[in-house]
């Protein structure tokens, strides 16, 4: 079955939810939303979310699952908030624990903090299904980028969270703790041995050299021949050895502070002091 998907894109931070329809009926998935948040002022808006809001409002869909693809480093999730006004279970990979574990001790949580991925309605593993409706969905487990990775295969549309970009932007990072250029490899094996005609859509998009506009769909055929990082039959040895030179010269993202500390808690802030304040921690020389 084909799942009628629409795509919404934020620039600030390069990310493209999507919004993911049985064609039978009402039922749909939101994925990897974002909360639109300035780091300077340290405030939050919602308009980025609100657009989904009022597109699913607007064409009478149920909402039935917020999908993470993992825990991102470079915006903040908004599933709690779509939560309160649609509905639906968010669900994130059951290896969110080690992601948790990892960075509640960079941002020394204390024991306060469950690592054990309570947080989230649903924990997903390797094999997995779940349903939108008629839809079913299945879930393929491709860490390397974080370990919590996951690629929601949900009828002919695969989506890939930040494991592949566009074919002619490559792939993820690797540089992150508990990433890996080797499993990141072994990942993407697992995506295109899907069919060729699956459509695969991404989680992030930076126009690459010579294109001029945001692209986010493309097929497992056209990344076997076409990506940059991994098409062509490029083998595992010359991936490694691509992904870990580029990594070392790659910037922190912007957001991954405050990203990490609101989505190893399934999009929420941390808890309020007794005055009913936020705060987001600092950590130095720990990333």
Same mark, same amino acid.
């Given at each position: 079955?084909? +799942?009628? $998907? ?14 993911? %329809? ?11 939303? $974002? ?7 340290? #405030? ?17 869909? =149920?909402? &039935?699952?917020?999908? &993470? ?10 599933? +709690? ?8 279970? @968010?669900?994130?990979?059951? %290896? ?18 469950? #690592?054990?991925?309570?947080?989230? *309605? ?13 839809? #079913? ?5 491709? +860490? ?11 009828? *002919? ?17 690797? *540089?992150? !703790? ?5 499993? /990141? ?25 010579? %294109? *001029?506009?945001?692209?986010? &769909? ?18 595992? &040895? ?15 993202? =912007?957001? @991954?502070? !405050?990203? /990490?500390?609101?989505?190893? %808690? ?11 304040? $936020?705060?987001? =921690? $600092? ?5």
């Amino acid at each position: 079955m084909t +799942p009628e $998907v629409t795509a919404f894109f934020d620039e600030a931070t390069n990310t493209i939810s999507y919004v993911v %329809r049985d064609p039978a009926g009402s039922a749909c998935a939101i994925v990897d939303s $974002v909360l639109d948040f300035d780091y300077a002022s340290g #405030r939050t808006d919602t308009r980025s979310a609100d657009a989904i809001i009022s597109f699913v409002k607007e064409k009478g869909y =149920k909402v &039935e699952w917020l999908l &993470e693809s993992h825990v991102h480093a470079d915006h903040l999730s908004a599933a +709690p908030y779509i939560q309160r006004e649609l509905g639906g279970k @968010i669900g994130i990979g059951e %290896r969110i624990t080690v992601v948790q574990d990892t960075f509640g001790k960079v941002f020394n949580e204390g024991t306060e903090f469950q #690592r054990d991925g309570s947080q989230f *309605d649903q924990l997903f593993e390797e094999g997995d299904s779940f349903h939108i409706g008629q839809l #079913r969905g299945d879930v393929l487990h491709t +860490p390397g980028h974080t370990p919590a990775c996951l690629t929601y295969v949900v009828g *002919d549309a695969a989506f890939v969270g930040d494991t592949l970009f566009m074919p002619d932007f490559g792939t993820a990072r690797c *540089d992150f !703790p508990g990433g890996s250029s080797e499993t /990141l490899f072994a990942s993407i094996q697992k995506i295109l041995a899907l069919p060729d005609e699956t459509r695969i859509f991404v989680g992030h998009d930076y126009k690459a050299p010579g %294109r *001029d506009d945001y692209a986010w &769909e493309t097929t497992v055929g056209e990344q076997k021949a076409l990506n940059i990082h991994v098409g062509s039959g490029k083998s595992a &040895e010359e991936f490694v050895k691509m992904r870990d030179a580029r990594d070392a010269t790659l910037a922190m993202p =912007k957001l @991954i502070i !405050p990203s /990490l500390q609101v989505n190893m %808690r399934a999009g929420q802030m941390p808890p309020a002091d007794e005055k009913g304040d $936020v705060f987001l =921690k $600092v950590p130095v020389n720990k990333l």
